[in-house]
């Protein structure tokens, strides 16, 4: 593959059934020539099937974290870019980097829109707009509550705030370390970056990824969701989380 100017990033855990087909349609990618599996603390056969297909694989001895898992992605890439992990992989310079999830499956060979404003020079970091509906099984609390966060903190409200599919110019990904933690982390880019000045943009995409469930299991995961971005908003204007609660405890 001749050198490029993107590097794509995948944190996984537990995706053996759909991390292969990932990795072999980011590939695909124009201007893609490193992609990088960050096996997060996986119990399954992730790294393995990553490997295979022909990602680089990292992996995290326990989960940390999709913060974490981005952080450590990051790392990789300028390790590979550099020689320090194996052979030099030579390109026009620091590639941008393109975060995309680990159950997109064959959907990722249509993320190209997504890269263009930033390989363009347009944008700082584009955020997906998902064009195919999936059934949800939540009521959107996390969703609504991340989005009116980061119009109360930056004046503009992104449709899907949450969404993990994003690329960026390494200078957009430096400026906004360190992450917040877990699954704040988006909530917290995004607002980070616009109040540095950067440009954001929201991209339609035929992305799809598997449906999220209603069971107890995915109710644990939307508690932990809302906890991350509350604590990335209340970090980034406690002011207005003192009195989002204060309003909140004397409503009738």
Do not use: Y
Not at 29 to 45: K, Q, W, Y
Not at 161 to 179: H, I, M, S, V, Y
Not at 208 to 217: L, V
Not at 233 to 251: E, F, G, I, K, Y
């Amino acid at each position: 593959m001749p050198p490029g100017d993107l590097a794509i990033i995948i944190p996984a855990k537990n995706e053996v059934d759909r991390i292969a087909t990932t990795v072999a349609a980011a590939t695909t990618l124009a201007g893609a020539d490193i992609v990088v599996v960050v096996d997060d603390g996986s119990t399954d056969e992730t790294a393995a099937e990553a490997a295979g297909a022909g990602a680089h694989v990292v992996r995290h001895a326990r989960n940390r974290g999709k913060a974490a898992a981005m952080e450590t992605g990051a790392e990789a890439v300028r390790l590979i870019e550099s020689g320090a992990a194996g052979p030099i992989v030579t390109g026009t310079g620091p590639r941008h980097l393109l975060f995309l999830d680990a159950d997109l499956g064959d959907s990722a060979a249509d993320a190209s829109p997504l890269t263009e404003p930033v390989r363009s020079g347009a944008a700082d970091m584009t955020i997906a707009v998902f064009t195919t509906r999936v059934r949800k099984g939540g009521f959107g609390v996390v969703t609504t509550t991340s989005g009116a966060g980061i119009e109360r903190a930056t004046g503009w409200r992104p449709s899907q705030p949450l969404n993990g599919q994003r690329c960026l110019t390494r200078a957009a990904f430096t400026a906004a370390l360190p992450l917040a933690p877990g699954w704040g982390a988006e909530t917290g880019m995004t607002i980070d970056l616009l109040r540095k000045g950067m440009r954001v943009t929201e991209v339609a995409v035929p992305l799809s990824h598997r449906a999220t469930g209603n069971d107890w299991r995915a109710q644990i995961h939307r508690f932990h969701q809302l906890a991350d971005v509350l604590r990335a908003l209340a970090v980034r204007d406690p002011v207005a989380m003192r009195l989002s609660h204060a309003r909140s405890a004397v409503r009738p």
